[in-house]
């Protein structure tokens, strides 16, 4: 605010010193006058603009369940680009701005999300023009011909420009073989990197071994990645939570009983299957199969046509269906046979 009070008292008087000078009429005078005052109080509720943009932002992400260390390496990301962006407008050195990112964790675990958020927020710091994201995978880059790969990989690119260009299982363009056409994908996005380096962010993203050992198996990508971000499997209590956050967003709630059913599925869902754990997916997936249950035991039970405000937001036991439907001590009796 006193940076935007001292741009107006410098353009006053300026204006004041032509109008002494004999350089401008009383009439223009007040004219500039005005338009000075106009032009600073437009700035000055941009700038305000933009930080409330941001705050909201980082409360959109401050929301989501667990996530500690990545939301803490968002804000470092953050504060390297705003003091970056200080030193240029004083004329001190300042680093150039590379932000390919590698995302790595199991399905379900925020990193899709986390990727929208600071799209936005690369936007509102002027980093990016669009903050939007294009979400690909192989299908959306391999071609079925020579050429035809490095076409369909320029024009998600070029999507992408002015945004983030998003890869979910990365890996998978470097599992056809020698003659497979994913390599030539790998190169023109090396290439775009290069050509574009300042006009769009690529994210990689994926499970840690298989993303580890993809870098490791193309020398010239892991030095063009600077910034690594490890997405951990939710606890048990953050996919409670989760689940509880999700039904009341639908206006539903668990019973205790659910709740415990719940809890003790998926305590022994991560010990005997933890390999293919997909954490929010898994949730979304009961969730949305325990509200279709419910509305059907409601509807069998349904007496007189009065169906209580108390039954249509709860979540009994009964609905939440493990595996199929089949009973939880049978489904953990088979996981313990099939060494899970």
């Known amino acids: 605010m006193i940076k935007q009070v001292s741009l107006l008292e410098k353009g006053m008087k300026n204006i004041l010193n032509q109008f002494e000078n004999g350089r401008v009429s009383l009439a223009d005078a007040m004219r500039l006058l005005n338009q000075e005052n106009n032009s600073v109080n437009s700035t000055t509720k941009s700038s305000n603009g933009n930080q409330q943009s941001i705050q909201e932002l980082f409360k959109d992400l401050d929301q989501l369940i667990g996530l500690i260390e990545v939301k803490k390496l968002v804000r470092e990301i953050f504060a390297y680009l705003q003091i970056q962006n200080e030193r240029k407008s004083q004329g001190l050195l300042s680093d150039s701005i590379v932000l390919h990112m590698i995302f790595k964790g199991n399905p379900g675990t925020g990193k899709t999300t986390v990727a929208r958020v600071l799209g936005k927020l690369l936007k ?188 249509l937001i709860t979540i009994t036991e009964f609905d939440i269906e493990i595996e199929g439907g089949r009973n939880f001590d049978r489904v953990h009796h088979i996981w313990k046979e099939r060494g899970w």
């Open 124 to 311: 509102e710091l002027q980093i990016l023009s669009k903050g939007h994201m294009i979400e690909v995978e192989r299908a959306d880059l391999v071609g079925e011909y020579i050429g035809h790969t490095a076409q369909k990989t320029r024009e998600q690119v070029k999507k992408a420009l002015g945004g983030i260009l998003f890869i979910d299982e990365a890996y998978s363009l470097n599992r056809g073989g020698e003659k497979d056409f994913g390599k030539e994908a790998i190169d023109t996005l090396v290439k775009a990197m290069e050509d574009y380096k300042s006009e769009f962010i690529l994210i990689l993203a994926g499970y840690s071994d298989e993303i580890d050992d993809f870098l490791m198996a193309n020398p010239g990508l892991p030095s063009r990645f600077p910034i690594k971000i490890i997405f951990p499997d939710y606890s048990n209590q953050e996919l409670l939570d989760i689940a509880e956050l999700m039904l009341e967003e639908r206006q539903y709630k668990l019973c205790n009983k659910a709740k415990n059913k719940l809890q003790k599925y998926l305590i022994h869902y991560q010990k005997y299957n933890n390999h293919n754990f997909s954490n929010a997916r898994l949730i979304r997936n009961l969730i949305e199969c325990a509200i279709r249950k419910q509305a059907i035991r409601l509807m069998k039970g349904k007496h007189n046509n009065i169906i209580t405000r108390h039954e």
